[in-house]
């Protein structure tokens, strides 16, 4: 794991605390997408940018849930990119455009339509991984996201393997 990443893990564990289910989340997120990144063989400044992205993917929900009372998506994806730009600012070590393609991923990793670049691809399939399985989803729904939005050959495996399909 490169530095800059452990440091950013450690800011968002705090950013995160008393929340472990999050920070969890997160992690795994994390790992999954680094995995299916690494096996798709995507080049190292996108594997970055995904990875940072896959940190901080869901840091807008306690606001959200501050704000508005809930934390869906929609609003995940509103409130997160400002947060993102502040812990990666304060972490130190990111480019402006490095810091953009992060807030723009963190602002659509809800949207499933018109996704663009292998960041975007893997990081909703790493989250769909991990929240079909925290979500208890049966292989049908698993089947139906599947054939839906999985597009990496490493991704659709996974899926397969994790839920038997």
Same mark, same amino acid.
């Given at each position: 794991?490169?530095?800059?990443?452990? @440091?950013?893990?450690?800011?968002?564990?705090?950013?995160?605390?008393?929340?472990?289910? @999050? #920070?969890q989340?997160?992690?795994k997120?994390? %790992? $999954?997408?680094?995995?299916?990144a690494? $096996?798709?063989?995507?080049?190292?400044?996108?594997?970055? #940018? $995904?990875e940072t992205?896959?940190?901080?993917? %869901?840091?807008? #929900?306690?606001?959200?849930?501050?704000?508005?009372?809930?934390?869906?998506?929609?609003?995940?994806?509103l409130?997160?990119?400002?947060?993102?730009?502040?812990?990666?600012?304060?972490?130190?070590?990111?480019?402006?455009?490095?810091?953009?393609?992060?807030?723009?991923?963190?602002g659509?990793?809800?949207?499933?339509t %018109? #996704?663009?670049?292998?960041?975007?691809?893997?990081?909703?399939?790493? %989250?769909? $991984?991990?929240?079909?399985?925290?979500?208890?989803?049966n292989?049908? @729904?698993?089947?139906?996201?599947?054939?839906?939005?999985?597009?990496?050959e490493?991704?659709?495996?996974m899926?397969?393997?994790?839920?038997g399909?």
């Amino acid at each position: 794991m490169e530095r800059q990443h452990a @440091r950013l893990i450690d800011a968002m564990i705090a950013y995160d605390r008393g929340d472990a289910r @999050r #920070i969890q989340h997160f992690i795994k997120v994390h %790992d $999954l997408a680094a995995t299916i990144a690494c $096996l798709e063989n995507v080049d190292e400044e996108t594997v970055f #940018i $995904l990875e940072t992205a896959a940190i901080l993917h %869901d840091i807008g #929900i306690h606001i959200s849930e501050q704000k508005y009372g809930t934390g869906t998506g929609k609003y995940q994806e509103l409130e997160g990119p400002p947060e993102a730009e502040k812990l990666m600012l304060a972490t130190g070590g990111y480019t402006p455009e490095q810091i953009e393609r992060v807030k723009f991923l963190i602002g659509h990793h809800h949207t499933y339509t %018109d #996704i663009d670049g292998m960041d975007y691809q893997i990081l909703v399939e790493a %989250d769909f $991984l991990v929240n079909l399985y925290e979500d208890g989803e049966n292989p049908e @729904r698993a089947r139906q996201v599947r054939k839906r939005l999985f597009r990496t050959e490493t991704g659709i495996r996974m899926l397969d393997a994790m839920f038997g399909l």
